[in-house]
């Protein structure tokens, strides 16, 4: 994937200058030897240069890590630790940062009288300083302890510190205006700009444009062979392989052209209703190949959709995909596939479906069809380009970060697994089983105004996420989750 961010973090330890320097001193090196051992040396960088005591160490230490080329910070107490200095560091930081401190080591040879550091205490400073300067930084759920256990919390930073970093860095191209009655997947821009995202909106008459001129273009043959390969028997669309391959050209080359000065890219891109009778094609496979690729590419110009996805590649470091929360499981199918084999109930579960966006690694089986929703008005030969296949079993997240119509942000996150349950169903879908599903649809869902579309990321990554969308400002009020029994939502009915 050639679309994500390369974290490499700063780590800068600190001193209160009434506490001996070497606490910090030998507690970072025993931090850097922890990493290192247990998860390598490309992830982070040590500053030698000095043990931040004052404001003078600060700037020292800020030019240093800046030289050595990280993007991310920690701020380690390995004592008491300055607080103005140290949040002034976090402060003229341009990147993600977060804080841990060190736990004490010994009490043997006196070790709670000379080597007693009291970063405990200090943390509780840092963090109230922190706010006085409207920092933010994060702050593990417990963020005192060990080398060994502060090596682990820098390594669970870096999903979270690759998606801060991600979007700070990102244009989003979007084109055309949403399709008629998609008023759910509308797209206050506003909180794209407060999150730090740039957006760049098209017709999809300039995208129109700019295929017809790859028409001949001397690398489709090249990516034809390509799709070919990655299809192998599901390829029963042979015909419509050039055009696709025409279209993926133009939009990597619309990408290239038109990222400006921002590192990464993800599309909202447009698929109906005049696609398909211009184009003369359906985009969902190609669409599929990009978010293979790392850029993310959602459907129905459902612009936070897209960048939902995004945030879901950079932390996952894997392909996601963008799926209608769809259908119910019919009951016939519970009884005989799902009842007293899993521990669901039918409320419990619901299929997962779009198009054909999913990537082709992503699907148990995958061949290339006709879009069959379109096709029930449309000529069967302008539809043709879907992806279609049962989505890959196995644990799951559905999020997504949305912004209200009044430019509120807020979002959901909500883990689970794809059943391995044949769906008898077409397109790109799955069984998707969510502990008291049923609840959060209604309480989180419905009751969040939010539209159709979720992203799915293939794997249990809710933890970063969570600690994502805190990051840059989402109310923890506004993040919905699956409660479990007994957790009352703030609008379910205590009697029910």
């Known amino acids: 994937m050639n679309n994500l961010p390369k974290i490499k973090i700063g780590i800068v330890a600190v001193s209160r200058d009434c506490f001996p320097e070497t606490l910090s001193v030998t507690r970072r090196q025993n931090l850097i030897k922890a990493y290192t051992d247990k998860y390598g040396e490309d992830d982070i960088y040590e500053c030698p240069v000095c043990i931040v005591e004052s ?83 994060y702050i593990p759920e417990y963020p005192v302890g060990t080398a060994e256990e502060c090596a682990d919390m820098i390594y669970e930073f870096l999903p979270v510190a690759r998606a801060v970093y991600g979007l ?27 999150i730090g995202v740039e ?62 000065y921002r590192e990464f890219v993800a599309i909202a891109g447009k698929c109906w209703p005049a696609f398909q009778t211009q184009f003369g094609f359906v985009p969902c496979y190609v669409n599929s190949r990009l978010t293979k690729m790392g850029i993310p590419v959602s459907c129905e110009v459902d612009i936070y959709g897209c960048l939902s996805e995004f945030i879901g590649t950079v932390v996952s470091k894997d392909a996601v995909t963008l799926l209608d929360i769809n259908n119910t499981v019919p009951s016939d199918m519970f009884e005989e596939d799902i009842k007293d084999k899993y521990n669901y109930t039918q409320k419990d579960i619901f299929m997962g479906f779009h198009c054909g966006n999913t990537a082709s690694d992503k699907l148990s089986f995958c061949e290339m069809k006709y879009q069959m929703i379109m096709a029930r008005s449309l ?37 689970g697994e794809v059943l391995p349950v044949a769906t008898r169903s077409f397109g790109s879908i799955g069984i998707f089983a969510i502990p008291e599903m049923g609840r959060f ?17 293939f794997g249990h990554i809710g933890k970063a ?14 993040i919905g989750f699956n409660q479990p029994k007994g957790m009352l939502y703030k609008t379910e009915n205590p009697f029910s």
Not at 111 to 135: F, H, V
Not at 208 to 234: C, Q, S, W, Y
Not at 465 to 472: A, C, D, Q
């Open 168 to 194: 700070t860095h990102l244009k989003i191209i979007s084109f055309g205006p949403r399709p008629l009655n998609f008023l759910a997947c509308n797209a206050p821009i506003k909180q794209l700009y407060n």
């Open 441 to 457: 649809y209604r309480h989180v869902l419905i009751e969040g105004n939010y539209p159709h579309h979720g992203a799915v990321a």
């Open 199 to 260: 957006i760049e909106e098209n017709s999809e008459l300039d995208l129109f444009e700019a295929f017809n001129k790859h028409a001949g273009d001397k690398r489709i043959p090249d990516v034809v062979k390509d799709m070919e390969t990655e299809l192998g028997a599901g390829n029963k669309k042979p015909e419509i392989l050039e055009k696709l391959a025409q279209y993926e050209l133009t939009l990597l080359d619309w990408i290239e052209e038109h990222r400006g």
């Open 55 to 137: 404001e003078i160490h600060m700037v020292q230490a800020l030019e240093d890590i800046k030289k050595a080329g990280c993007n991310a910070l920690c701020v380690y107490l390995g004592n008491f630790g300055p607080e103005i200095s140290e949040t002034l560091l976090a402060k003229h930081f341009e990147g993600p940062k977060m804080f841990i401190a060190a736990a004490e080591e010994t009490y043997k040879d006196g070790g709670l009288i000379q080597g007693r550091g009291d970063a405990y205490c200090g943390m509780l400073n840092a963090s109230y300083n922190l706010k006085l300067r409207n920092i933010k930084a």
């Open 465 to 478: 996420l969570y600690e994502t969308f805190k990051y840059i400002g989402v109310d923890v009020n506004e």
């Open 379 to 415: 000529p069967v030969e302008v539809t043709n380009g879907t992806l279609e296949g049962d989505i890959v079993p196995g644990d799951i997240t559905f999020f997504r970060l949305q912004s209200t119509a009044d430019a509120k942000l807020r979002g959901y996150i909500a883990q």
